[in-house]
């Protein structure tokens, strides 16, 4: 019996996973196993399976996606307390160590997440985290996964990640856990996630709507419970998806734009007017001063002449 599991879906990983692995198994805690979850893979992994560290386990299973690789992963492993790692980000050696002494702290926690900085290249953000709550959730805030770990039995308790969300399915977990119980962090940054055009989803519109989708049945939930501080929390948050994911329609009708590619241009603006008309406006608010303002210097150069 270990203390920590930690959970690693992987597909077709290249040369990332090397990373994730050696920042689990230099945690300042050895008390742990880590559970990589091959997704189907074509690359060859059984170099996982063959490795010298006996903390390291490997299973494999048929192309299902990440959500049932994770929720197997969990369903396999022998820890009291679950930690998830993606094959393409990092910890720092005391992450886990921090976190369990935050989580035992409190005896109605959920989960427990920290701070984290987003990388790309040789570039790093930090990403400073807020008090999560529920309604926070709601409105605009965010959590890592690479970052958060939890009690195995309040993960299977809320039923563990949806495999019918392709992409909110992290939110969704989150929404559940703080249901539950009260979300602990711990503020040092403790979690490289890294940002490559391999794990950025292009797909807005998906997105967006398993976002509403979520949102919206949290509402009515509310709304059935007179609970008017969440339904307002929710139209909060339906108001920033709209404005996030519009913003992003706009940003891939420029991309589109610039290479020329019509169709996909007025895709694009279709979607981004669908989402939210203020992002539209936002955009074209450069475009139209400097016209006013070329405008205004031809009215000029008319007068004096």
């Known amino acids: 019996m270990v203390l920590v599991s930690v959970v690693v879906p992987v597909y077709n990983p290249g ?28 690359d060859d992994l059984a170099w996982v399976a063959e490795h010298a560290d006996r903390r390291l386990r490997y299973l494999r299973q048929e192309n299902h996606g990440v959500s049932i690789a994770r ?19 990092e910890w720092l050696p005391a992450k886990l160590d921090r976190q369990l002494q935050r989580l035992e ?14 990388v790309r290249g040789e570039h790093a953000e930090h990403a400073d ?24 039995s309040a993960y299977l308790s809320v039923g563990g990640h949806d495999p019918l ?43 967006a709507k398993e976002r509403f989708r979520l949102i919206q049945a949290h509402r009515d939930a509310a ?7 969440t339904v307002a929390a929710c139209d909060a948050g339906l108001r ?6 519009g913003s992003q329609a706009l940003d891939a009708a420029r991309a589109a734009h610039h290479q020329s590619d019509l169709r996909e241009t007025v895709a694009h603006l279709y979607a981004a007017c669908r989402l939210t008309r203020g992002a539209i406006i936002a955009s ?11 405008f205004g210097r031809q009215d000029h150069f008319r007068a004096e002449r």
Request: charged share 25%; hydrophobic share 40%.
């Open 284 to 294: 074209l608010r450069p475009a139209i001063g400097s016209r006013l303002k070329r």
């Open 105 to 118: 702290s409190v005896r109605n926690a959920s989960f427990c997440y920290t701070g984290f900085d987003w």
């Open 240 to 245: 920033r998806t709209r404005e996030l994911y």
């Open 165 to 207: 969300l392709r992409i909110m399915q992290d939110y969704d977990l989150f929404l559940r856990l703080c249901r539950l119980g009260e979300p602990v962090g711990v503020e040092d940054s403790l979690v490289r996630y890294h940002l490559h055009d391999a794990n950025v989803s292009a797909d807005y519109r998906a997105a």
């Open 223 to 229: 709304e059935r419970d007179a609970d008017q501080s």
């Open 15 to 42: 040369g990332f996973l090397n990373r994730a692995i050696d920042s689990v198994l230099a945690q300042t805690m050895d008390d742990l196993e880590c559970v990589v979850v091959d997704d189907g893979s074509s």
């Open 71 to 89: 929720n197997v992963g969990v369903l396999n492993a022998r820890g009291r307390i679950i930690a998830f790692l993606d094959q393409d980000d």
């Open 129 to 152: 985290p807020q008090q999560v709550t529920y309604r926070g959730l709601l409105t605009d805030q965010h959590v890592c996964l690479s970052s958060v770990i939890m009690k195995r």
